[in-house]
């Protein structure tokens, strides 16, 4: 009895004095895991201000290419116009002036010199210090040396940028040409690429009446600047996409209208977008999953701004368009030169860009489409209003060998452009869902989708799985905010997910990653073409995608009786690793490389295991020829 009193009391000591050292060893780790919180956010901020500050330097330089650019391709009309010109009267050489400026509007001054003639059109920009002249006298001093001449940039007095061109006369003759070239081009692309980089907010908060949300959820965050993208899905307050397990009648459509106190947006098969003119996302899709038990339902999301031969000849084909060899590093740098030996492509190998949308009109495209459609306003074409689209396009296919511009991946293959981003650049998951299924429908062998958002869309990936299953290629850009966090359409598992690299073969500082990268390649400052009939140098992964794409057109070109996922697995096994030995969350199996992968398609003979459906393909695509 007495030991086990003195038991007790020692136990109770030993509380007595462990308790509080238990206490202040709970208050030291919390302290401590609030130091390391601290430092982290620190960190995070640090690197945040970093990011930016790289993003920003990236868009000055394509802002920059973008100027340089416009001056080539005015120095290279201006000396077709001289050529096209000589021993002309007058008249027939202000017909030709006007033919170029209208074909050309950011041209808004031309002036024809020589020793017996001087023949203007157009006008100078007012400018209160003088600058245009200026920069216009300095043009004539060098023409008057036989040499050419490109002004620094300068803004006019309501607020237009321009620059001066001269281009002497190479026939012999005194004098030469002089240009004013309008630019404003390049505020557009600064603008474009603060969106596309996230350095501002994509799409504008309260745009549209749009909610940013947590992805996959209806819990509402708010984005104050680019960075928050990163951790953002954006969806439209009042719309919800259902769908039932089967189509619904016109009575109970129209009891659904009158309960939501809404309206039917779209409709495809059994899957409809409801508008509500007072009740938000969150209540809609309460409504129809306690009353109509649905397949699902979720927000209506956004998307945003991605022949054979029996000898190779190993030589590089180098094109003579404008911009080549100065600013088109991208394509020499995946051996696209070497790889144009094996095949340029097959116009029966059509590649759909879901986008916003294409400029038919362009120069380096005309011949190159054909026919899209608009899921924006079915009623109209699907032009671009925007630019990015024009710019995947070009890289996929601007015409080659022209003298003009830049020179798309592919020479031959098709582009087909589906408008599924509006004017503002953004899009909903029910627009994207309609183009996916509209290619496959249309023949689409490869889809590029150079769009995404960080929500997990049920209706979209039903549309991947479709296009998926008619052995369509689906290729998709991974995003710039530099996160690890999962991006769609390219982390579903369907499609081939894409990451950017620079001109070094380093990764781009803006690029996304994580374990469903397949591949990367060039994202950096990319000369393509871009509407108004001008070029534009824009970054992005957006801007990498578009090479994998026109990879797969040309490997279905060379090969055709490859499946989908055969042409992937050429892409990735083909590619050159970068970073860490093997597939990394970076590069994913590495940098594309266009001769090693059309080399190893014109020798794919499959497997055993998948000879019969090769036989199957062969036969379906003798029938349809």
């Excluded at 033919?99 to 203007?120: F, G």
């Excluded at 582009?415 to 290619?439: F, R, T």
């Amino acid at each position: 009895m007495h030991k086990s009193w003195i038991a007790s009391i020692t136990v109770l000591i030993l509380i007595a004095l462990i308790i509080p050292g238990l206490g202040r060893y709970n208050v030291a780790e919390q302290e401590n895991k609030q130091l390391q919180n601290n430092l982290e956010q620190a960190r995070l901020s640090v690197d945040a201000e970093k990011e930016k500050h790289i993003k920003q330097s990236l868009i000055e330089q394509d802002v920059t290419a973008t100027m340089q650019f416009m001056q080539a391709e005015t120095d290279k009309d201006l000396g077709i116009l001289l050529q096209n010109v000589t021993d002309h009267s007058e008249k027939n050489t202000l017909t030709a002036i006007n033919k170029l400026m209208k074909q050309h509007p950011y041209l808004v001054y031309i002036s024809l010199t020589s020793a017996s003639k001087n023949i203007v059109q157009g006008h100078f920009p007012p400018t209160n210090d003088g600058s245009v002249q200026h920069y216009i006298t300095l043009a004539k001093e060098k023409l008057q040396l036989s040499e050419s001449y490109r002004s620094p940039k300068f803004t006019c007095d309501k607020g237009s940028i321009f620059s001066v061109v001269a281009t002497p006369d190479h026939s012999g003759k005194d004098g030469g040409a002089i240009a004013v070239v309008k630019q404003d081009v390049m505020k557009t692309v600064e603008l474009q690429q603060q969106k596309n980089l996230r350095l501002i907010p994509y799409p504008a908060e309260g745009n549209y009446r749009i909610k940013s949300v947590a992805p996959n959820s209806t819990v509402d965050i708010t984005v104050s600047d680019g960075e928050d993208n990163g951790a953002a899905s954006h969806y439209h307050i009042r719309d919800v996409v259902v769908r039932f397990e089967q189509k619904l009648s016109s009575e109970q459509l129209q009891l659904i209208q009158d309960e939501i106190d809404g309206t039917i947006l779209q409709q495809l098969d059994q899957t409809y977008i409801f508008r509500s003119n007072h009740l938000e996302a969150k209540q809609l899709m309460e409504y129809f999953q306690s009353k109509w038990q649905p397949i699902y339902t979720e927000p209506n999301f956004l998307y945003m701004t991605n022949q054979q031969q029996d000898e190779v000849n190993t030589e590089t084909i180098i094109p003579n368009d404008v911009l080549y060899s100065t600013y088109q590093w991208n394509l020499p740098s995946i051996a696209t030169e070497k790889g144009w030996n094996i095949t340029k492509g097959n116009e029966g190998v059509i590649v759909a860009v879901l986008d916003t949308g294409v400029e038919a009109t362009h120069p380096d495209l005309i011949g190159r489409l054909v026919s899209g459609a608009n899921m924006i306003d079915n009623s109209k074409n699907p032009t671009d209003n925007v630019g990015h689209g024009t710019h995947v396009a070009g890289i996929i296919g601007a015409t080659v060998n022209n003298k003009e511009g830049v020179a798309g991946v592919s020479w031959y293959n098709k582009i087909m452009p589906i408008k599924v981003l509006d004017d503002s650049g953004a899009g909903s998951s029910y627009s994207v869902a309609q183009g996916v299924i509209w290619a496959v429908d249309q023949g689409a062998k490869v889809i590029n989708m150079s769009l995404g958002n960080y929500a997990n869309s049920q209706f979209l990936h039903d549309a991947i799985k479709y296009a998926y299953a008619q052995d369509v290629v689906l290729i998709a850009a991974s995003g710039n905010d530099n996160t690890v966090r999962p991006g769609y359409p390219a982390a579903y598992p369907e499609v081939f997910a894409v990451a950017a690299t620079n001109s070094q073969k380093e990764r781009a500082p803006f690029s996304n990653y994580g374990d469903y990268i397949d591949v990367a390649a060039p994202g950096e400052s990319i000369a393509s073409t871009y509407p108004g009939h001008q070029y534009a140098a824009l970054s992005g992964t957006s801007m990498a995608t578009p090479h994998v794409s026109a990879l797969a057109g040309l490997i279905r070109s060379v090969n055709p009786d490859l499946s989908n996922e055969e042409v992937m697995n050429i892409i990735r096994n083909t590619s050159i690793d970068l970073g860490n030995p093997g597939k990394d969350d970076y590069f994913g199996y590495g940098e594309i490389n266009v001769s090693e992968a059309l080399t190893n398609a014109m020798e794919f003979k499959g497997t055993l295991q998948m000879y019969p459906s090769q036989v199957k393909r062969k036969l379906k695509r003798l029938a349809t020829q």
